[in-house]
Structure formats: C-alpha cells, structure tokens
T-cell receptor
Framework: EAQVTQNPRYLITVTGKKLTVTCSQNMNHEYMSWYRQDPGLGLRQIYYSMNVEVTDKGDVPEGYKVSRKEKRNFPLILESPSPNQTSLYFC???????????FGDGTRLSIL | AQSVAQPEDQVNVAEGNPLTVKCTYSVSGNPYLFWYVQYPNRGLQFLLKYITGDNLVKGSYGFEAEFNKSQTSFHLKKPSALVSDSALYFCAVRDRGFKTIFGAGTRLFVKA
C-alpha cells in the first residue's frame, strides 16, 4: 500500500530534550516536506526537500532541522524543543512539484 | 508577502444544497493550486488541483473548483452537499520551487 509513515504518532516530552520524528514513504517520491498545523493558522511549511541531499527552508524553520540522506526518509529533528513547538506535525511527499502531496497521519507533539 | 486566504472559518449548508468554499491567493508567477480535505485525527487527502487548462476542474467525490486568474481565486464547489462532506477543507498554493502555502482552513458543516 502506498503510504507515508510517521513515528511516533504521539509524544509528550520536556523542554530541551532532543527528539526526532521519522518520516518514510514507499512511493519513490522526489519531493518531501514537513508541516506543522496549529488552530486558526492552517498548515505551515517547515522544511522541504526536492531530492536527496537537497533541502530548503519553508516559512517556519526556526528550531528545526532535517536531513535527506535517502530518498524514502526525511526525519524532522528538534535539537532543543520548546513549548511553542507543541503542535500537530505532518510529513508529506509527492512525485513531482505539480503533483498532489500524500500526507502521513500526523504526529502530535506536546513539549512541557 | 505571499499568502492564501480562506475568508470563512465555517460554512454551513443543508444536505442537497450546493456548497462553495472560497479561496484567494497572492503568490507570484503561475503557481499550482490544490484543495485538500481533513477528517478528524487523519492526515490531509487530495481533492483536486489546477495546473493549467480549463478553469473548471473536476475532482474526487463530486467536488469541482473554479479558477479565476484575474481575481486570483480558486473556489471549491459541489452541486449537492452530503452530510459525509462535513470536514475541514484547505486550499494550498505551491510555487514552481515547491514552496507551499496553505490557507487557514474552512470547516464545512452539512446538516441533514
């Protein structure tokens, strides 16, 4: 089944404790992206990647890191999480830039 | 600044009546336009897209969207609403470099 898989689905952690949210897609897609969803703000793009080793900042990259060492994986790293990063996070992928994105089921992060 | 606006937080419609969910954008160039739907505790699902060509685009589940270049709008429509259409709808605009901006979302309630 074609899918984007995120882990974990839920995480409660504390300020400053490094965490990684994994994202993997099995569709051989070139493009991958991370978003955060906050009430009233819709989805905001954090980082995106157009190919292996090619990444770029979205609208809200501060406090996040990404890497794209393999085509299928695009982990999101929070080196020193803070409470304002409490949010619902989505990973997405698409075959090409003009194609729709396939979304994971989301990761709900709570930073205390 | 580039932006996407969904002017209505919520749209209420009776089952069987037509529905419209509005989207306007301010993004340079000729961006790609998308509509997605989100059901509770799920990721976003693709409904339809406009890349080029006819201004009326047909998509999944009987939805269609009308592109208006002069008004930079991309309104989502359906001739006859179903209760099962009740969900959160997002308009998204992607530039040619894969940077993507989402609207804040419109919650659709269809009353039986």
């Amino acid at each position: 089944e074609a899918q984007v898989t995120q882990n974990p689905r839920y995480l409660i952690t504390v300020t400053g404790k490094k965490l990684t949210v994994t994202c993997s897609q099995n569709m051989n897609h070139e493009y991958m992206s991370w978003y955060r969803q906050d009430p009233g703000l819709g989805l905001r793009q954090i980082y995106y990647s157009m190919n292996v080793e090619v990444t770029d900042k979205g609208d809200v990259p501060e406090g996040y890191k990404v890497s794209r060492k393999e085509k299928r994986n695009f982990p999101l790293i929070l080196e020193s999480p803070s409470p304002n990063q409490t949010s619902l996070y989505f990973c997405a992928s698409s075959l090409e830039g003009n194609q729709p994105q396939h979304f994971g089921d989301g990761t709900r992060l709570s930073i205390l | 600044a580039q932006s996407v606006a969904q002017p209505e937080d919520q749209v209420n419609v009776a089952e069987g009546n037509p529905l419209t969910v509005k989207c306007t954008y301010s993004v340079s160039g000729n961006p790609y336009l998308f509509w997605y739907v989100q059901y509770p505790n799920r990721g976003l699902q693709f409904l339809l897209k406009y890349i080029t060509g006819d201004n009326l685009v047909k998509g999944s589940y009987g939805f269609e969207a009308e592109f208006n270049k002069s008004q930079t709008s991309f309104h989502l429509k359906k001739p006859s609403a179903l209760v099962s259409d009740s969900a959160l709808y997002f308009c998204a605009v992607r530039d040619r470099g894969f940077k993507t901006i989402f609207g804040a979302g419109t919650r659709l309630f269809v009353k039986a």
